[in-house]
């Protein structure tokens, strides 16, 4: 059979081959050219210190201090905008655990692995956990700077008032979340259903400290307010927040990846259509052409 090709039919093979790779590579949709981008937002600089202490596992509050503490901040995350935030955590001493970012999507996963597992160094070091949050701000100027303290107040060990009225100096003020009842509860021992006993085998009962949140609110120039088992608590607190002043926060976001699958598009349109257009028979006419 003279006019057949032996080498059109694999031609048409691999151009067909060819558009059928650069059809996976559509599906695939492949993005690149993102991009590091500064934004300006309205909003203020919030450092929230939780105390995690052992005593904040007493069950004076549902369904113990510790995880109404970290409800409360799940709540207080929900009202936030275009605020920055930052945790630390504290017990004999205090850690950053989220340093400040405007990705609550991060914020919310740090929170729900705390445990009082994370500082072995037991206590409620809350001058501490200050000082920590003040040098966790950024360096900004004229940005509304917030601490919220979230703690029960038990065994109170370095100068609180002190260090809120350096903060307060620096134009930082400090609002006091007080976790707990007066009248206290026994801390449990975890993984057993026992309680925390002292030295004489008397049962520990660990009350909140009231007295001591209000002083520190008040040298911190904030409000002090007793976290129950309603969202009063969560009101003020948020209503204190709208008052500070809203300044422009520069943050940097990732700009979104560009869609590139035109250009894969048009080259497989084109493979296709010489693929149409090439026959599996010689073409007689250019058959006829003898250029030697």
Excluded at 28 to 49: H, L, W
Excluded at 239 to 267: M, P
Excluded at 269 to 279: K, P, V, Y
């Amino acid at each position: 059979m003279p006019s057949v090709s032996k080498g059109r039919p694999h031609v048409k093979f691999y151009l067909l081959l060819l558009a059928i790779i650069g059809v996976t590579f559509i599906i695939a949709r492949p993005q690149f050219g993102s991009k590091r981008e500064p934004m300006k937002r309205q909003g203020i600089e919030v450092v929230i210190a939780l105390d995690v202490s052992n005593s904040m596992l007493a069950q004076d509050v549902l369904p113990n201090r510790l995880e109404r503490s970290k409800q409360l901040i799940y709540r207080l995350l929900e009202g936030m905008n275009n605020d920055k935030l930052g945790i630390v955590v504290f017990a004999g001493r205090a850690y950053v655990q989220l340093p400040m970012t405007s990705d609550y999507r991060a914020a919310r996963m740090y929170i729900s692995s705390i445990n009082p597992g994370l500082i072995p160094q037991q206590g409620t070091a809350i001058g501490a956990a200050i000082n920590t949050s003040m040098r966790s701000f950024t360096s900004r100027e004229n940005v509304a700077r917030t601490i919220i303290i979230i703690t029960d107040g038990e065994n109170h060990e370095d100068d609180a008032i002190g260090a809120a009225k350096e903060a307060r100096e620096k134009g930082i003020q400090i609002h006091v979340i007080g976790v707990g009842k007066p009248e206290g509860a026994p801390i449990p021992i975890a993984g057993t259903n026992s309680f925390l006993r002292d030295r004489s085998g008397t049962t520990v009962i660990s009350k909140l400290n009231e007295q001591m949140g209000m002083e520190i609110a008040a040298a911190g120039g904030g409000i002090y307010v007793r976290a129950d088992n309603t969202s009063l608590a969560l009101k003020e607190i948020q209503r204190e927040l709208s008052k500070a002043a809203q300044t422009d926060i520069e943050t940097t976001v990732y700009a979104e990846y560009d869609e590139q699958f035109q250009l894969i598009i048009w080259v497989v349109l084109a493979l296709l259509l010489l693929e149409f257009c090439i026959l599996e028979r010689r073409n007689r006419f250019l058959s006829k052409i003898k250029l030697f």
